[in-house]
């Protein structure tokens, strides 16, 4: 009796369960393909995770996440800053190839990624997925270049680098203005904290989602400044000294929200259908606007904008649970532009679109003993470069933005470092391996985006007149760029205005008198000068010598040629000449800043900076 | 037997007002004195109410409380910006008494007005009275520049410009900072609206204290950038144009909050025990951070900034309901001092300190055919001034930031009005009535902070060689100073940099060429510049000329003397000069800019600024 009940009730399950698997195989057909989620962080750094080894952050959600899949340790995005990096990530290109050199611009209907770029989204969405993108966009402000344009079906969060996460306004520049969109239509939600709206978004997309394959690239906007964590975690940290316990708390409201996120893919029954990246688009930020820091890039040389690992090798995760290995720590070498192909392998999708520089991971993914497709990267931001090619990595014009050591411009322009040996990039080998240095070089040259003119040239000395004698400066120098003495060096600068070599001045003009300490004749003076747009660095205007015997009484003054032509030519060095005709001991010299930067320069209307290295006196 | 019961009834009743009226009668013993409330309102045009005839703006609170009360026509505030105008409500004295020349810093520890200043807090204290700030302070960032230390016992708001009123964040400039304090402790009220913030506490400051007299300075952030109206009312004002619309939904936003604030003095039986000020800070914003605009000036010229009308003659209410007359306009002429001892005599209050500019009002608000005390008033804001006498008014160096209309620098650096015929100061009578310009350029001279130097002198004209002849630019002008005839038309220039009389430049050098058309002997060149250290303007380090005699070959260049020595005196004109022998037709000059600005000189590290007017070549 009691088992005719019991099979009665059993009965009763298999009819339920029956329908479910009706339920489940109808989801089943839809939904041949896993999910992909794509978690960026903004501003996160190299270590500032528990499962990176951050004792004093406390992430349970993330670390778990890791433990579920596979946590990685050297892999990098594709520059140092978020715009480019995220244009990397959605088109699976270097920065530079998906038209995205640096930083976007805030001002409404402005263009920013080409909208002719084909993203992840609309590769995920050609293979019938559901798209999204929550969260920060800062890769165009024209309708073109918006998030709806390049591929997502549905879009929430703000057009702008960053927003008050309570009133969603930006801050950055122009006027105080608000930023919060939902698929291209501005909506207020005034008070309501935004990392929690963007959490309710994602959530809803997902729960909304679940019968149909979808790809959600949730950009998380923190711990971007503004520092604004929750009361809770601002109250965990609160013995922590700031700015560090703010963007700590900052970080645990991350990981509070990725926990909502895994409860709801865990509740509707998905999180072993789905796929999960967990990365960083940039180093941590030392910005005065970010207290000057407040993350940690651990062993790591560098920050945001600098091309050292602290700036580019960033946590990152893949998790899909029961399908790929879980907790795995993997050790080799990948770049963001690779989640697109190996996304798209794992995902099986068609028409994968081949040019592109990210290779398919998902076989070293999917079997630790597989070869690793990456055998090399670049990277161009600014006049800064980085090759990297198995353990050994070279950086041209290396900017350390962690201030963690010195860097000699002259001797640190190209910097050398063994990964295996000196992950912190302390020590410079590329005078010990001069070799490693060519053949790096000589890769970078060949990339795409190397250009011979970003090499640092060996330094010639260059015998003079005017080599090593006395130079005085009868104007009032830049306070940044005192050292005169390199005017009469014998050396010409590196294309690098930081480098030291250089005397530089905004707006103003300089004035100089060598004292050659015997007349002797004169024939031609020659002036070195940097060119460098982006920087807002251009030809002085022109110079001008007059000479004397005693040093009161000077001729009459010759004015050099002009360089200002060559100013659309991008970065260069270049000299400025004089002939003349001379008996003299002193030259008096008399360098006519740029002024103003006119229409159509770049830096218009700021003043213009110019930099000279050598007066070379023939 | 029906009666009885009436009478029972009756008789409990009295039984229990009876008991209120001991309540009461306790209560009015404490509370001999009223209570006062002053609004002060940021960056609101000088006609942005209904009351003051805004058909576009919905603000029924403020224009009841204007018909319980004295409207005001011709009420000023005593600078053009936010904290001189404060400064002088609380001490009743000219800002530059006060110690206030402009907005005071945003570091934190920095000081404000300083401490020693007696505030109209700490004289209503002193009488026994409970005080209170809520709202901004943005008079100083130190512990003894604080609200607390000003005589407030509570204060609650924050201490900066602005901030964002969801977040309570300071954006203007520095790191992003959370800036709300209450009694000098950081508070955290994250995502709640400022102005419900502080309507909330204002109200609870008056339940708290409806049994003792009060003070209450409610000093509301509105409507000044960000312009962060609540939904409601942006959705009211959806079909006006921005910003005016977000900009008058704000208005309406502080509308409402002054009915909370009402309905709370009514609910508490003490609207009739309590005197209301309503006024502004200073006029609208044209500011970028205020998309440039969306208040309003009417009839008047100028805005935020500004002395004409529109930058200091803004919306004025009192109310003190059933003892002040009610449904009253006032159109005699008063300013923002005046209420410190208008509302000490209107409260009887002991010991109102005498070393004040502000004027007892308070027979003239009682009684309208009272005589005016106020006959004249004066402002100084940076290089403008102006002095007001019955209706006649003299504007020193004016600006119009409202855009009205052009001003000739050099016609209008004298700029009189009568208001009676001409309250738009659209014409400038200075000419037609020199004697009346005389008379109020004495008065400003007799005034404490009126110096003869800050008087446009008249142009004399200066017969010189150069006069009217050919000059041409050897050197990139500044694209704001293009107009260098003003350097050969025989006039020294005002001190006043905008006057168009100056050419000037901002770190770099200038050159010229001077034509004499005739080749003629040379005794001296003179260089005119103008000094102005407030403004970052310095004098040139010095200027060189060299001769020739047919505009190729240029004989040795001479050096003038320097004027650096002079840059601690303040704001002032004068002349380098060279003395000479020469023989020419053609004068090149050389004007060595003052680069950057060193150490320990306003404007530290920034581009110093030179400007020059007249070459006169002898």
Not at 63 to 89: E, H
Not at 153 to 177: E, K, M, Q, V
Not at 216 to 221: D, E, K, S, T, V
Request: charged fraction near 25%.
């Amino acid at each position: 009796m009691q088992k005719t009940i019991n099979y009665t009730l059993f009965g009763k399950k298999l009819i339920y369960i029956g329908f479910l698997l009706i339920g489940l195989q109808s989801i089943a057909q839809t939904k041949a393909k896993p999910n992909v989620i794509i978690i960026y962080t903004d501003d996160q750094g190299s270590v500032d995770l528990g499962c990176y080894g951050a004792s004093d952050i406390y992430s349970p959600n993330i670390d778990q996440l890791a433990k579920q899949g596979t946590r990685f340790t050297q892999a990098y995005v594709a520059a140092p800053v978020c715009a480019p990096s995220r244009a990397a990530l959605l088109t699976g290109k270097y920065p530079q190839k998906a038209g995205v050199h640096g930083n976007t611009s805030h001002v409404m209907g402005s263009d920013g990624m080409p909208g002719e770029q084909y993203t992840i989204a609309e590769l995920f969405k050609n293979n019938n997925y559901k798209t999204a993108h929550i969260g920060k966009w800062h890769l165009g402000m024209s309708k073109k270049t918006g998030p709806n344009a390049q591929g997502f079906d549905y879009s929430f969060g703000h057009l702008r680098g960053c927003i008050d996460n309570y009133s969603h306004y930006f801050y950055w520049a122009g006027p105080n203005t608000h930023d919060l969109y939902e698929n291209g239509k501005e909506v207020f939600y005034e008070g309501k904290y935004f990392p929690d709206l963007a959490s309710d978004k994602a959530l809803k997309f997902v729960e909304d989602h679940k019968e149909h394959p979808f790809f959600m690239y949730y950009a998380i906007n923190m711990p971007h400044y503004p520092y604004q964590p929750t009361k809770k975690w601002r109250e965990y940290y609160k013995d922590v000294e700031k700015p560090r316990g703010d963007y700590a708390a900052f970080i645990s409201t991350i990981d509070e929200r990725i926990g909502f996120l895994m409860d709801k893919l865990d509740a509707l029954g998905i999180r072993e259908e789905t796929i999960i990246i967990y990365q960083s688009d940039n180093g941590y930020s030392t910005e005065t606007r970010a207290f000057g820091g407040g993350g940690n890039s651990g062993p790591y040389r560098g920050g945001k904008s600098s091309l050292f690992e602290g700036g580019i090798r960033l946590p990152t995760i893949i998790s899909w649970k029961n399908t790929l290995p879980k907790n795995r720590v993997n050790n080799e070498f990948l770049m963001n532009v690779d989640w697109l192909p190996t996304l798209a392998n794992l995902c099986e999708l068609k028409n994968i679109p081949k040019d592109i520089d990210g290779l398919d991971l998902s076989q070293m993914i999917k079997n630790s003993n597989s070869a690793l497709p990456r055998k090399e990267a670049f990277w161009k931001y600014g006049n800064q470069w980085a090759v990297r090619k198995g353990n050994w990595k070279l950086i041209g014009y290396p900017k350390d933005t962690s201030h963690k050591g010195k860097l000699d411009a002259t001797e640190d322009a190209l910097f050398l470092s063994n990964l295996s040996e000196d992950v912190s990039e302390m020590k410079n080998l590329a005078h010990k391996y001069p070799q490693k240095v060519k053949e790096l070089t000589a890769a970078f040259l060949q990339w795409e985006f190397g250009y011979e003119d970003d090499v640092p040239k060996k330094v010639e000395i260059i015998e003079h007149l005017g080599k090593s004698k006395k130079i005085k400066s009868i104007k009032e120098l830049h306070k940044k760029y005192k050292n005169i003495d390199v005017l009469l060096d014998g050396k010409r600068g590196y294309k690098d205005f930081r480098s030291g070599q250089w005397v530089g001045q905004e707006g103003a003009d300089l004035a100089f008198v060598i004292d050659l300490k015997k007349t002797q004749p004169i024939t031609t003076i020659h002036l070195g000068y940097l060119q460098d747009p982006t920087n807002w660095i251009y030809p002085p205007i022109n110079f001008e010598v007059s000479f004397s015997k005693d040093g009161t009484n000077f001729n009459k003054t010759t004015v050099s040629n002009s360089a200002i032509k060559t100013t659309k030519k991008g970065s260069l060095t270049g000299k400025l000449s004089i002939a003349t005709r001379q008996k003299a001991r002193f030259v008096k010299i008399h360098i006519n800043g740029f002024g103003k930067i006119p229409k159509n320069y770049e830096g218009e209307g700021n003043n213009g900076w110019f930099f000279v290295d050598e007066i070379i006196v023939e």
